[in-house]
């Protein structure tokens, strides 16, 4: 098993040098720094939680974006390691439909996965609640809201509706079709850090994975 944990990764290191251009200056000095390193080393030292192949893409994809791009800051990246180690396959695929669907609703997003209807007290429509909630309060989805010209946001208006005597009210459905969500910006962020995969560099060398042997060396 430590020989399996070993070989990934190893082939994860490799396929990061890949999506890098070594050549490149600032690039180079960015892998080399002792920022990166770290990145690197807490990425590894959490591999137990990368129970599946997906978190291991998800894992590549994100340090190799980390190398390359500076749109998040490393206490961003460390936060979206965090996620990868803690979500499952199913929480990113729900992170996954709101990014290709923004202002879906949460019935919508329950047909994406491609889910039969079921009972709203069934344990799929707890489960179903349960990651909603957890990627809400996370940060990385929200309820669609209306912004003013500096980017603040507008609080709702409450709807008072009347129920008529005797009359039972209903919860809210776990697949509402009214309420809309979005990705927060820190959800953006994580799509494209570690769902966007940088293409292989075709004048890659395996040779060219020097630059992380010494890290490779403390795992």
């Known amino acids: 098993m430590l020989a399996a944990e070993m070989h990934e990764k190893e082939q994860t290191i490799l396929e990061i040098t890949a999506r890098l251009d070594m050549r490149d200056e600032?690039?180079?000095?960015?892998?080399?720094?002792p920022e990166y390193?770290?990145?690197?080393?807490?990425?590894?030292?959490?591999?137990a939680g990368t129970e599946s192949e997906e978190k291991r893409v998800l894992i590549r994809n994100l340090l190799a974006n980390a190398a390359s791009a500076t749109l998040a800051s490393d206490d961003v990246i460390k936060l979206f390691l965090e996620w990868i180690k803690d979500y499952s396959e199913l929480h990113f695929a729900v992170i996954g439909a709101v990014y290709n669907s923004a202002g879906i609703t949460r019935g919508s997003i329950w047909r994406k996965l491609g889910r039969?209807?079921?009972r709203e007290d069934s344990s799929d429509a707890d489960l179903f609640r349960l990651l909603i909630r957890d990627l809400s309060t996370g940060g990385i989805i929200r309820q669609h809201r209306e912004t003013d010209y500096a980017?603040?946001?507008?609080?709702?208006?409450?709807?008072?509706?009347s129920t008529s005597k005797g009359e039972t009210k209903a919860m809210k459905s776990a697949f509402d079709e009214e309420e809309q969500y979005e990705l927060t910006a820190l959800g953006d962020q994580f799509v494209h850090y570690a769902i966007t995969d940088l293409p292989p560099k075709l004048e890659f060398k395996q040779?060219?994975?020097?630059?992380f042997n010494e890290t490779e060396k403390e795992l």
Do not use: C
């Open 207 to 211: 040779a060219s994975s020097a630059d």
């Open 151 to 161: 980017g603040h946001f507008i609080a709702k208006r409450s709807l008072r509706t």
């Open 26 to 33: 600032e690039t180079a000095k960015r892998v080399e720094s």
């Open 37 to 47: 390193q770290a990145l690197l080393r807490k990425a590894f030292r959490d591999w």
């Open 116 to 118: 039969p209807i079921v």
